[in-house]
């Protein structure tokens, strides 16, 4: 609709709604509660109180828009305005306070409802909660009631039986159990090694129970040793140990049959094994245990060592245990083999140890001859044929070092210029016999000096280089290897790993690991400022069998991966 006004303007209004919502303003305005006013023109209201009104009201009227209280027709009302820009007016609404307070009385009383709605569903939910989460546990109340009623004693299988009825028909009670099976498995396994059954049958029901099986011929139990570990970076290798634990000992073994449990937590792996002899058993082990060492130096340059020791009944677990243990403290390894197994002496009353005439003329003889090859062969069938006696018997293994530094002396005689070039050895070896501990080293002092005199037999003592020198020289021309490692050096200058490991932090005042690691890591800095090879290629020119090896080493020494500058 068009209409004109008096100053010759026309104003136009067009409204989009429906007949509800266009009558709702519309007996706003005729009831004049709403109502626009402005100097020339007033609209919904008579002039003279419009004016009236805005005269009053003026002082609240300094936005806009905005609202204020008003007494309008002896009633409080609420009162909402917006300023006009083209008329220079104002819009007035207004609505009493007791319409407001109507209307918020329906939305109280949904407030009221909708609330008490959610305190009941909250103390049903709760309710219920409360009665599924003690369901169980009332079940073992009463079941303890039943029993304690009873009259008679109930039976072991009895009550466990109503035990997991009540625990399968419940499955918070399931899962919670289920989480706590490692800790109970721990726990089992420290009874068991330390003689917490009273015998076989209780320890195998226990066991029974979460899915491990202790049926067997025979047990072994194996302790795992680090032979080595650098002090700034003993947590990561820690970590590197759990790690290999986990991704190896943790699952059955592939090549060996009976592995039914393992506990980490006291770095003791019980296995159990079904053969009819106890030397397939040990055969298995020895494979098994022989990859594990390999990977955990090739992957991670950790060097780890086992002990163990064979029992045939379940009771004598404990003994087993402790048996292991005594293996762990040895200073050599007992033989070739990768586990260091626990061994009795031999229990007549007259002991003996092993060097005859015969081997003494054949070492005499392959010294003087120079032949270093010999002399390595005859000794080591000496330690081999010995290695009871260095574990159980000392006191007659003294006497056989005793007897072989007696055949030094007799190759030396009265060369004077061998005496003085051995002399700091000698002094030594002598040292080392009056004190009779550490014999493993005693021995691989005799060792070596006979390596010494067969070399100066060949080119005169002068001229050779001392075992620290040659294994230095040896590391150095093969770091880069990925197949070094501490077992391959020793075997190849016939020397024990702990041997080795000791010999080495003594001349050099680190472990062999952080030496062979800062050579690879000085390598690989260099190729990666002067070479645009791959990550993936300077890691194998360095050492490294994996990229991700390389660069977890890389950043522990540098504190960035290889790319970032």
């Known amino acids: 609709n068009f209409s004109e006004c008096t100053d010759g303007t026309s104003a136009g209004v067009n409204i989009l709604l429906d007949p509800a919502q266009l009558t709702a303003p519309l007996d706003a305005v005729q009831q004049g509660k709403t109502f626009f006013v402005s100097e020339t023109a007033v609209f919904g209201a008579p002039a003279g109180e419009a004016r009236a009104f805005r005269e009053e009201y003026a002082d609240q009227i300094a936005d806009s828009s905005g609202y204020f209280i008003a007494d309008i027709e002896n009633e409080r009302c609420l009162v909402a305005y917006q300023r006009s820009a083209h008329l220079d007016g104002v819009y007035f609404s207004r609505i009493a306070e007791s319409e407001i307070v109507e209307s918020l009385r329906g939305i109280r009383i949904l407030f009221i409802v909708i609330v008490t709605l959610t305190i009941a569903a909250g103390l049903g939910l709760a309710v219920l909660f409360a009665v599924k989460t003690s369901a169980p546990w009332l079940g073992l109340a009463r079941l303890l009631e039943d029993t304690g009623n009873a009259g008679e004693e109930p039976t072991t299988d009895y009550i466990n039986g109503r035990i997991q009825e009540i625990m399968k028909h419940n499955k918070t009670l399931a899962v919670q159990a289920e989480e706590w099976r490692p800790a109970v498995r ?40 680090i032979n080595e570990i650098e002090g700034s970076s003993a947590l990561q290798e820690l970590n590197a140990y759990q790690v290999v634990i986990n991704e190896h000992l943790s699952r059955p073994l592939p090549d060996l049959k009976g592995i039914y449990a393992v ?173 009779g501990r550490n014999l493993e080293r005693v021995f691989q002092q005799i060792y070596e000096i006979f390596l010494d005199l067969c070399r100066h037999f060949t080119t005169g003592l002068t001229e050779t280089q001392p075992l620290y020198e040659q294994i230095l020289a040896f590391i150095e021309q093969n ?57 993936q290629a300077i890691a194998e020119r360095v050492g490294y069998n994996s990229p991700q090896s390389f660069r977890r080493v890389y950043k522990k020494n540098f504190g960035r991966t290889p790319r970032e500058k």
């Open 186 to 225: 721990s726990a089992l396994f420290h009874r068991l090694l330390f003689g917490g059954f009273h015998d076989a049958e209780e320890a195998m029901e226990a066991f029974g129970r979460i899915g491990i099986r202790l049926d067997g011929r025979f047990f072994a139990v194996i302790l795992l040793t």
């Open 263 to 435: 506990d980490v937590a006291n770095e003791a792996l019980v296995l159990v094994s079904q053969e009819e002899n106890y030397v397939t058993f040990v055969d298995q082990l020895e494979k098994q245990f022989r990859a594990i060492s390999r990977y955990a130096q090739d992957e991670w340059e950790l060097s780890i060592s086992f002990s163990g020791s064979l029992v045939d009944a379940i009771d004598r677990i404990p003994a087993c245990y402790f048996e292991a243990k005594t293996a762990q403290g040895y200073e050599v390894k007992l033989n070739n083999m990768s586990i260091a197994w626990f061994k009795k002496g031999k229990t007549t009353e007259k002991l003996s140890f092993y060097y005859p005439v015969t081997s003494e003329m054949q070492l005499t003889a392959a010294v003087t001859k120079g032949s270093t090859e010999e002399t390595q062969r005859v000794l080591l069938r000496i330690a081999k044929e010995n290695e009871e006696l260095l574990a159980d018997h000392q006191d007659v293994y003294l006497r056989l070092l005793y007897t072989m530094s007696a055949t030094v002396y007799r190759v030396v005689g009265d060369n004077i210029e061998l005496q003085e070039q051995l002399e700091e050895k000698l002094d030594s070896l002598s040292r080392g016999l009056k004190n």
């Open 479 to 535: 770091y880069t290897d990925h197949q070094l490692s501490l077992s391959m050096i020793a075997e190849n200058f016939h020397i024990t790993e702990i041997y080795f490991s000791r010999l080495f932090k003594e001349k050099n005042g680190k472990n062999y690991s952080k030496y062979v690691e800062d050579l690879r890591m000085a390598e690989a800095s260099r190729l990666l400022e002067e070479t645009d090879l791959s990550v």
